[in-house]
Structure formats: structure tokens, C-alpha cells
């Protein structure tokens, strides 16, 4: 009995997921949502002096751990996805782009993934990510996702952090390729 909790627990949080993420998906540039939705999506600047919590540990695709600290000195965006979510597999091609174009110049991408590790690594290939990919338990990442500042569980979902560790701004929903470039060329460490 105890084995069949969990589980429900993974349903429930992909759920809950899943339907913030159509939601995303409907309430994105250029869809008409309703007068009374009250729906948070975009961007949200951080507090001056908030940080990304020191300590953060992460397992890429292949099995190797590594932790957020390591990029400090970096733009580092933290985009939580999931294979099942529409608008997370429409954001990742402009991600990979912006790595390649700026990943020289001081920006790092992670893509922790809200999904079985089995489901992520499969999805890996087609998607070509040029950036780490961390996978976990659902629970794990959700948990992460939580400490990053979304507890409302929609994906995708950013945290941009500046090269000193400053959380400079969240993004519930997918960023367009201008709002990205403005970003990071803006921020990009000196």
C-alpha cells in the first residue's frame, strides 16, 4: 500500500502540472484569454537582494551530479520543462539557440527535467540540447522548482540568475526569442 502513494503523489503533481501548463499554453502573446483570468503569467523581478540558495545539487542525463554553484560567474537560466508539456517543447529550439550564440560570452542553461528520467533521456536526443539536462524524482525537481519561487508547479518555468547569484527575475510560461536576446545581452557578465 505503501508503494501505491508515492505514485499517486507523481499522477497528482503532473497533473496539477499538465494543466498549468495548457494553461500557459492558452494564455501565451497572441491568445485570447478571458477578461476575469487571473492566471500569473510572465515575467517576475526578483527582490534586489535576493539570491539562489548556495548548494543546490543536481544529476544530468548520464548519472553525473553536479550542483548550481558551479556556474557562478555565469548568466545561469534555470528552465524547468517536461516531454508532455506542449509549450516547454516549443521554448527548448530557442534555448538551444541562445546557448550556442551566448554560451561563449558568459550564459549557461539547465534544464531540469518534471518528468520520469526515462521519459527525458528518450525526448534528449530529437530535442539536442546543448546544455545539461538534470533529472531526478518528480518529487525532487518539483521541490526544486518550489524553492526557485514556483509553487504554482506551471512549466515551463525560468529563474535568470546573474553571475554573482543575484535571482534577477522569474518566468511562469515561455519566453519569445526578443524577450530572451533583450535579456541576456543586458545581463550578460562583463
Known amino acids: 500500500m505503501s ?3 508515492p505514485n499517486l503523489a507523481i499522477i497528482a503533481a503532473c497533473l496539477v502540472a499538465l494543466a498549468a501548463g495548457v494553461a500557459v499554453f492558452l494564455l501565451r502573446p497572441g491568445a485570447q484569454p478571458d477578461a476575469d483570468d487571473t492566471a500569473q503569467v510572465g515575467s517576475t523581478p526578483a527582490g534586489d537582494n535576493e539570491r539562489l540558495p548556495a548548494g543546490l545539487k ?3 542525463l548520464d548519472g553525473r551530479a553536479f550542483s548550481l554553484d558551479d556556474y557562478k560567474g555565469k548568466l545561469l ?5 517536461a516531454t508532455w508539456c506542449a509549450p516547454c517543447l516549443h521554448e527548448i529550439p530557442v534555448l538551444v539557440q541562445m546557448q550556442a550564440r551566448y554560451g561563449a560570452k558568459g550564459l549557461q ?9 526515462e521519459d527525458a533521456r528518450r525526448a534528449a536526443p530529437g530535442l539536442q540540447f546543448n546544455y545539461p539536462v538534470a533529472v531526478g524524482t518528480p518529487e ?3 521541490d526544486l522548482m518550489t524553492k526557485l519561487g514556483n509553487e504554482q508547479g506551471g512549466l515551463p518555468f525560468s529563474v535568470v540568475i546573474t553571475a554573482d547569484g543575484r535571482v534577477l ?3 511562469l510560461g515561455e519566453y519569445s526569442e526578443a524577450e530572451l536576446v533583450a535579456l541576456i545581452e543586458k545581463n550578460l557578465p562583463r
Open 3 to 5: 508503494s501505491a502513494r
Open 58 to 60: 543536481l544529476t544530468e
Open 77 to 81: 537560466i534555470v528552465n524547468f520543462w
Open 109 to 117: 542553461i539547465v534544464g531540469p527535467a518534471v518528468d520520469d528520467i
Open 140 to 142: 525532487d525537481i518539483l
Open 169 to 171: 527575475e522569474r518566468q
